[in-house]
């Protein structure tokens, strides 16, 4: 990805217009370095703009006008501005590369974005929440330290292919997290990544 600048959610649009514009005076720079290196790696340009759909279009255009091998979209999102950024970006973004949305990892935005025309993802809420205790499940989210997984002797999912779902029970997922060991969380990555492969 070339470099990006990302303003805080609430900076107001002239502070996302300096951000974005820096964005694309460091993807032509990224882009022109790329090009005369002779490098065979993928360059990504990432759109931003903020929460300002005009900014959003213009960061789009902009970056379609480069020739990047991919485009990534950049920001923080609620659900809410999930759906309108992605349908103002991907309606003008090339729809012969792949559109990249960053950050975003919690099972419902993978639909959200797939529903509105993005290729891939990558986020580090699969792990984070892990190491937290959290894990997801075609259920929801669940707690493994909750009082009822400390005795259940199957698994966190029944259903799960994971080496963790294969080989632990909830209640030792349960044990090992209260504990404090180590182990808790790669365990608990595992099943998460998985989960969300699946």
């Known amino acids: 990805f070339a470099f990006d600048e990302i303003a805080a959610p609430l900076t107001p649009v002239d502070g996302q217009r300096i ?12 882009l022109d370095h790329h090009d005369r290196s002779g490098s065979s790696q993928a360059l990504f340009g990432i759109v931003q703009g903020g ?10 255009r902009v970056l379609a006008g480069m020739e990047f091998a991919g485009y990534g979209i950049g920001g923080t999102f609620t659900k809410n501005d999930l759906v309108t950024t992605l349908g103002v970006v991907n309606a003008i973004l090339p729809e012969d590369k792949p559109r990249h949305l960053l950050g975003i990892g ?22 984070r929440i ?4 959290t ?3 075609k259920h929801g989210t669940i707690n493994i330290e909750n009082e009822k997984y400390r005795s259940m002797l199957e698994p ?27 182990l808790a969380a ?9 989960f969300i492969v699946r």
């Open 19 to 30: 951000a974005m514009d820096r964005t694309h005076r460091w993807a032509k720079r990224c």
């Open 51 to 60: 929460r300002y759909d005009d900014l959003r279009a213009e960061s789009a």
């Open 106 to 127: 919690e099972p419902e935005d993978l639909f959200i974005g797939v529903e509105n025309g993005v290729d891939t993802f990558e986020c580090v809420a699969a792990t």
């Open 130 to 133: 892990a190491r937290g205790a």
């Open 135 to 137: 894990h997801n499940t």
């Open 156 to 182: 966190l999912e029944k259903d799960c292919d994971c080496y963790t779902c294969k080989n632990y029970s909830a209640a030792y997922l349960s044990h090992i997290y209260r504990a404090h060991e180590m």
């Open 186 to 194: 790669t365990l608990g990555s595992i099943h998460n990544l998985r």
